[in-house]
């Protein structure tokens, strides 16, 4: 066996036998599944153009954003953010969407400290005369509400926020998150097409995809 040969050999053997991690790490690749989104919504959550008015005594001001709100629709903007944020190794790794709507609430309710007085009006449509003790926030429980309740310490501007809930499972697992996302800039608030409206809508779908993908990581 000549000089060359044996060094083929040696090659061959040292790739084998001293480097199995490559070579596993290879196969894994070969292995791995992209991640499968199943989009399981009921179709009341998938109809409808504009705002849909949620009904009800503790609802009144408060409405669901139809996906048309958004192109792409917002679960294949979702599947867009995780196709680029989660990593998905070996086996099958599926996200099923049970229910997943956006809502903007325009509710305010009574309180202390005037909140409305001291930051200004502008995303809450009242006379000034009328906004002292005004507080952002829901006017009921969280049970009560149908959708789209918050809390006013979750605002963080002044201006009505969009509320995205969703509720899905991966892998087996229930997975649930929910944003309460407030616009930086006033919105015209008709979701039917306006760049303010698309843009703020967007941002709260991204966070929510966000979010998502953390938890996700966490199971």
């Given at each position: 066996m000549n000089h060359r040969a044996r060094h083929f050999i040696g090659t061959v053997l040292f790739l084998v036998f001293l480097q199995p991690g490559f070579l596993q790490t290879a196969r894994a690749q070969d292995e791995s599944s992209p991640l499968v989104v199943i989009d399981l919504r009921p179709d009341s959550e998938r109809e409808g153009m504009g705002l849909t008015a949620l009904t009800g005594k503790c609802n009144k001001d408060v409405f669901r954003i139809a996906d048309v709100a958004t192109d792409p629709l917002k679960v294949d903007v979702l599947?867009?953010?995780?196709?680029?944020?989660?990593?998905?190794?070996?086996?099958?790794?599926?996200?099923?969407?049970?229910?997943?709507?956006?809502?903007?609430?325009?509710?305010?309710?009574?309180?202390?400290?005037?909140f409305l007085k001291n930051i200004g009006v502008q995303g809450y449509d009242m006379p000034a005369s009328k906004s002292e003790g005004k507080q952002p926030g829901s006017n009921c429980s969280q049970k009560e509400s149908a959708g789209g309740w918050y809390e006013g310490k979750e605002v963080t501007g002044i201006y009505f926020p969009i509320v995205s809930e969703f509720t899905g499972t991966y892998r087996g697992k229930p997975l649930n998150v929910r944003v309460v996302y407030s616009p930086g800039k006033k919105i015209e608030g008709k979701f039917e097409g306006g760049a303010n409206d698309t843009a703020a809508l967007l941002e709260a779908v991204h966070k929510t995809a966000e979010d998502i993908a953390i938890a996700m990581a966490t199971q």
């Open positions: 599947k867009q953010d995780l196709s680029r944020s989660v990593a998905v190794g070996e086996g099958s790794s599926t996200l099923t969407v049970l229910n997943w709507s956006v809502y903007y609430n325009k509710q305010i309710h009574k309180g202390g400290g005037g």
